[in-house]
Each structure stands twice: as C-alpha cells, then as structure tokens.
C-alpha cells in the first residue's frame, strides 16, 4: 500500500482526516525503520502500514491510525517516546508507549501460561482503548503472515491468539476479527482438522447450495413484495466455531446442524420485525432457538433477532435480522463506538490528552468532555469485556474489578509481579524473592535509576540493585503495603538483632572461658544446648549476649567440675567487691560471668583511666558492626573518645563518652557497666553521632557561614536546634556525623575560627 492509498482509506470514512500528520508519521515510520526486514523478507515497513490499514477497516481515529504506524518503533528502532512526542503530540506519544508496554506480553506468555494474569494485564497496562484496538490489529497482521515465522514461535503466538486475543476481539464485539484470529490459530495448531472441517463445510454448502438459494430467493421475493429492502447474505460457519461445538458437545461433524444462515440487513427496527413475521409465516422456526437482541441488547451493544427455521429439505437454517447500524456495530464493535460518539469526537480514556489532537479541535471544552468521558468508557470496556454467560465468565467479572485495584510490573526476563495499587519497588523487590528484598539497595524503573520507595505503575518494568550482606532499614516497614514485604523486614529486623546479640554473647563467653582457664567452641557448646534449654547455638549465644543465660552456667554445663573462681579472683586483685549483688543468675550475675573487671560506679570510677590492658573490652565497630550497639542517645559518641558501655536486657549496649553527666545514672547499678573499646575497621568506615554547642553573633547569614564550614569538612548536619536566643548573640546545638574525634575537633576549631562564632564546645548528654 502506498501512502496516498492510506491517506485515501482514511479519508473515505473520515472527510476531516489530518493528511500532513498521516503523511509525517508514513514517512517517519519508514525511514526509522529502515532497511529492517520481517522474517518473510518483506521490508518490516509494510507490517505497520498494514496494521494501519487492518484499522482503517475498523474506521478508526488519526491518532490510532498514526500510532499503528509508530507501534514498533520505540522497541525495535532508536526513536524514543520524548521523540514521538515532540513530533507528533503526546496523545500518540501515550498511545505508542502504552503498545512498547503491551509488546513485552509476548516474552511473558513464552514463560508460563499465565493466561488469566495476562488478560488482565492487558487490559491494565492498555489505559486506553486503542491501544487494544491497534494491538488487535497488530497481532492480526502477524497471525496472517505466520507461515514466514520458525515452527516453535509459531505455536506459541497461535497459542496466545487462541487464548487470549481471540476471545478479547469478541469481547469488544469485533466479529469479524475475532473470527479470522481463531481461524488462523486454529489452522496453525490443529492443520490436520482445520482441513478436514474446512473441507466438509465447504462440502456440506456445496450439497445445500440450491436449497439455500431456494430459500434466498423465496426471502427476497417476499420481502420485497412487503416493500421491505433488505441486503440478503449466505454465510457458513467458521472451522474454529465448528471444532469448538464439536468437542464440546462430543458430537461428530455430521451431527451438526445449523452450519449455515443468512444475515438479513434492512433499514429500521421496525423492518426487523416484520421480516421475523414473514419468515415465521413461510418456514416452521425451531423451538427454542428465538433470541430477540433488539429488545434486550446484549452487554456489548449487540442488537440482532436470531431465529432458525427448517428449511424445505428439513435443513437447518440460522437467520440474523438487523438494521445497517446494528451490524455496524456487531462488526466494528468497541471502534464503532470510538468514532462515532453523539458530539462526534472520538473518546480518549485516559484523559491525558494535551489537546493537540490529530483532528486539530483542542479546545478546553472538548477536552473537558473527553475527560468526563473516560471514566464511563473504560468502565464500560471492563463491562463489555466481562460480559458473559457462562459461570467462569462470571468468575472473571469478578477477578477484573479485582484488577483494578491492582498494578502490573515486569522483571526484566519478563516474568509479570502482580502487586496491589500504592506499591512500591520494595514490594516488588519482596515479591520476587525475600533475598532480593532483604538485599536490595536500590532500583532502576524502566531503565532509569529511582528510589526504592517510589510507586510502581502498570507496565512498569523493574531491576532490583542489590549487595550482598545488606540488611532492610526498618523504616521501610511503614512505607511497604504488601504484608510479605512487612513480615520479611521485620523477620530480618530481628534476626540482625538476633546476630546482633549471638555476636555478643559469644565475645562474652570466650572472655569468661579464658578467665576460668577453660578453652571454648561452639562444637562444644552445642554438645550441652539441650541442657541450657536451647535449640542450637546461636540461640544459646543470643540468649547469653541478652543476659538470659549467665556464662558460668555454659561453663559448668561443659565442665560440670568448674567451680566459679572468679569472685575470689577479683578480691585477690584487689577490687572491692563488698556491694555487688552476688547472685549468679540472670543478668546481674553477667559481668562476673564475662570475667569483666569490676570498676566502681561514680566519678571516681569514670575519671580513673583504665590502662588499656587487653582485648577484655568488649570491641565496639559503629551502628552496623556485630553487636547491639547504640550511642548516647544525647550527645553521641565517636572514635578516639574514651567511652563505657551501659548494658540494658533487651536493648543492648549504650555507648557513652566518660564525661557524659548521664553515666551518674548508673552509678547505683555497678552490673551494667562494661569495658568497651573501639574498633574501627578502616575499609569499612562510619559516620558517628556528636552534638556541638555553638554560640553566634546575631548576623544575617551567620547560620550558612557555619553550615558551609561544616559541609567543606565533610561532617553531616544531623539537626540544628537554638538554645537560647539573646539581643546580640544566639546558641544552638548541632548534631553532626563524623568519622572520629580528630574530624570533629578539626571541624570544631574551624567553625570556631568563623568570624560570627564567638564559642564552640562538644555538648554531652
Ligand atoms: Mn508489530
């Protein structure tokens, strides 16, 4: 077909057809597409200007005629959707990439017959109607040249026709279309009873003709003696139709009746009826076999009388009487409708339109009413496409307002993830495989890097990023909406703490072990876990890092002669033990068991430094190292300040700097205090928590001269809060984030060299 056929063909239905933009997009199409083949040999142009011309025959608007012509270049040429949408508005920009989506259906269906998921999808990811209608007449054309295509692509594409394209041509009530697809699937997959049932319709006509002629010519002869004026038309059923019949009734061919019928088309309603009248009067009519579809419509608009008549051979003879109209409609179907509405604009679903439409009539006005439109109209579509009447018709009636409460996405092989509407790649990631949401560390959305909370939509085709031994943050538990996703991070939550504590609770065991001058390993822990009341090790550890389990209760359970020397021990050094709770169980019995140097609670204790003898401390490596750690929760602490660690049951160890005033808190409860030292693992460095107090002159700018001071040496602002505001000068305290202490006095006496700051001190909680 030549671009001039096509401006013709559109213009024949449509008088006000944009020729330029039809021109523009005929030539565009061809030069992006290029030398491209298809498998038949054909330059793979003449696959869209066909699809485009399948849609002419539907009669349908510039704006899916020029996307037919588009449908495949965003995914086979270098064209993008900005590109389209420049040149040719972004009502055909949606309408094409809502096709690139659609396209990647068919890498779905190769891997699993999701047949119903897919249905579904279609529809979701579709948005608006033509796309359907242009996807219908895509896969139309390759159904008609799939004899070029290699056997075993060939069976899954009729599969998929028969499954899925088929039964949604007929559910938008293209008749025709539905019919050639079914066909040419059916011959493609059964070729041996596609030609036997061919070949006995076309026998069984051949036998009927003259009878068939008599009755043609006994309608029209009455009819017109009526004065009715009717276009008369013989048709035999379709091979698929009859295959269909046949294996659901179990019946042979020759059983079969009503293969043929006639289709009466005359001027009105009222015609209908008294055609009916005069076939009723010349032939007896079959009982049961009445259906009035102009009284009572079928879902999808279809209007017809249906009667079947015995012929004078005692042949079977179906008749369908309709007016021009109502064929139009039980032809065109969904299309009919998209071009011929009462303010004879074509109707746009999904209400994006910009108003540069094809047609030129962008007006505020139009595009309102095309808005309020589309709300109906895809309400109706799901209707239309839900009709039925059989129970699993029903059934997915049902499953398709499911649907719309649902997105679809992609993985990047293709596989489909089903996810309720608000969900975000998280969910995705969770719904894919719980390593990959426990994993992830962020996502690209179609191609693009984006955050990993951002919401997914239709069509969406996600990548999850991920890195090995990466944890879920746990805020992600308010931002998921899937309950998998919520469950998995908190699983996780809690199995880190787990780790977190086992961790813990093995140093305090090695600890107590070389204090006892006994030797400890896990083989030998696990060889007394039922005697401790645990199920494996790491929940024997776990229990002992939370202080359930005190260590000399492992060591008597492996050397059931151990007998507890550490409190004699301790006296031995010197170490006033008098008012330590004694008692060996529970928590308060932990520090002994761990063999920890006894240090007196209170200022004394605090400000007597402790040699740094031995690796008794307990190591401490930030926020995400091995134990249950968290830092002073006013003022923070960092590397290179001399720190204690206070334990709580459940919560783990606080870590304070030894001048925090809070530490006099504890100073009555001697028992949770332990030895920590830092160790800062270089390749892995981490920002720690510290509070700076910081008093400016009251000058404009002053707030951005530190904030500045601050950024060039590479500390973070946590938060900023003023203190106290006086006339002349304000204070404030900051939090930051620095990598140790020599960063945060470097940073300090920096800002302290600002000329607005008039003091700096580190403020501890
Ligand atoms: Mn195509």
């Excluded at 965003?74 to 949606?94: L, M, N, S, V």
């Excluded at 579809?293 to 079947?308: E, F, G, M």
């Excluded at 040699?611 to 923070?636: W, Y």
């Excluded at 808190?665 to 693992?681: A, G, K, M, N, S």
Aim: aromatic share 6%; charged share 30%.
């Amino acid at each position: 077909m030549r671009q001039y056929e096509l401006v013709e063909r559109v213009q024949r239905y449509n008088p006000h057809a944009d020729e330029n933009l039809l021109n523009k997009a005929y030539v565009y199409a061809m030069t992006q597409h290029g030398s491209q083949t298809r498998a038949s040999g054909d330059p793979y142009f003449s696959h869209p200007l066909e699809v485009a011309a399948i849609l002419t025959d539907l009669r349908l608007d510039d704006a899916t005629i020029v996307a037919a012509l588009l449908h495949d270049t965003i995914e086979d040429t270098p064209t993008t959707r900005d590109e389209i949408d420049a040149k040719f508005g972004h009502e055909i920009g949606a309408l094409v990439e809502g096709l690139t989506k659609i396209k990647k259906l068919d890498l779905v269906s190769k891997r699993a017959a999701q047949a119903e998921n897919l249905r579904k999808l279609l529809l979701a990811v579709s948005e608006d109607v033509r796309v359907l209608l242009v996807k219908l007449a895509d896969r139309l054309h390759n159904m008609r040249t799939l004899e070029f295509v290699p056997a075993d692509k060939r069976k899954r594409i009729a599969e998929e026709t028969l499954d899925i394209y088929g039964p949604l041509a007929g559910r938008m009530g293209i008749q025709w279309m539905r019919e050639e697809l079914e066909d040419l699937a059916f011959a493609t997959l059964q070729p041996g009873a596609y030609k036997m049932i061919s070949e006995r319709l076309k026998d069984r006509w051949d036998a009927a003709a003259p009878e068939v002629a008599e009755i043609e010519a006994a309608l029209h002869e009455k009819l017109k003696k009526a004065g009715i004026s009717a276009d008369i038309k013989g048709r035999s059923k379709r091979p698929y139709s009859v295959w269909r019949k046949m294996e659901l009734r179990a019946i042979s061919f020759e059983q079969l009746s009503d293969i043929y019928g006639f289709r009466v088309i005359v001027d009105d309603v009222a015609d209908c009826y008294r055609t009916l009248g005069i076939v009723h009067t010349s032939w007896p009519m079959v009982p049961g076999k009445f259906k009035d579809y102009i009284s009572t419509p079928k879902q999808n608009d279809y209007r017809s009388i249906h009667t079947t008549v015995l012929g004078p051979g005692h042949q079977r003879v179906e008749l369908q009487v309709r007016t021009r109209q109502m064929h139009d409609v039980a032809e065109y179907g969904i299309a009919a409708h998209v071009l011929y509405k009462e303010d004879g604009a074509p109707p746009r679903p999904n209400g994006k339109d910009t108003g540069k439409d094809a047609n030129g009539a962008g007006t505020t006005q139009r595009k309102s009413a095309v808005e309020s439109n589309a709300y109906k109209w895809l309400r109706q579509l799901v209707d239309m496409l839900a009709e039925g009447d059989t129970p699993e018709e029903f059934l997915e009636h049902t499953k398709l307002q499911l649907f719309q409460d649902q997105v679809f996405c992609f993985t990047p092989k293709g596989r489909v993830v089903a996810l309720p509407r608000g969900a975000t790649a998280i969910d995705f990631a969770y719904a894919v495989h719980t390593d990959v949401g426990n994993n992830a560390i962020g996502c690209k959305i179609n191609g693009r890097l984006e955050p990993l909370i951002s919401q997914l939509t239709n069509g969406d085709e996600v990548e999850i990023l991920t890195a090995k031994d990466q944890t879920p943050p746990a805020a992600w538990e308010s931002i998921v909406i899937t309950g998998k996703a919520r469950q998995s991070i908190r699983r996780a939550a809690r199995s880190q703490i787990r780790t977190q504590y086992a961790g813990l609770g093995r140093k305090m065991l090695e600890r107590a072990f070389t204090r006892a001058e006994r030797t400890y390993s896990d083989e030998r822990l696990a060889a007394v876990i039922a005697r401790l009341g645990q199920s494996n090790v790491d929940d024997a550890l776990a229990a002992v890092g939370r202080g359930e389990i005190p260590s000399d209760h492992v060591i008597r359970a492996i050397y059931p002669d151990h007998r507890d020397e550490s409190v004699a021990r301790d006296v031995v050094r010197g170490e006033a033990r008098e008012e330590e709770d004694r008692s060996d169980e529970g928590w308060f019995g932990l520090r002994r068991a761990m063999g920890l140097k006894f240090r007196w609670p209170g200022r004394s204790a605090r400000s007597k430094r402790r040699e740094s003898e031995d690796g008794g401390a307990i190591p401490i490596r930030g926020l995400h190292g091995d134990l249950p750690v968290q830092f002073a929760p006013k003022g923070g602490a960092v590397p290179g300040d001399r720190i204690v660690g206070i334990m709580t049951p459940g919560e783990g160890i606080t870590i304070y700097p030894i001048q925090s005033p809070s530490l006099k808190t504890f100073d009555d409860q001697p028992d949770r205090w332990l030895d920590v030292r830092w160790e800062i693992d270089p390749d892995d460095p981490e920002r720690f928590p510290a509070v700076i107090g910081v008093r400016v002159l009251n000058e404009p700018g002053s707030l951005a001269e530190i904030a500045q001071i601050i950024g060039e040496q590479d500390a973070n602002i946590d938060t900023v809060a003023m203190t106290t505001r006086a006339p002349d000068f304000t204070e404030m305290e900051i939090a930051l984030e620095v990598w140790d202490l020599k960063h945060l006095s470097r940073t300090m006496a920096l800002v302290k060299n600002a000329g607005v700051v008039n003091a700096v001190w580190r403020v501890n909680g």
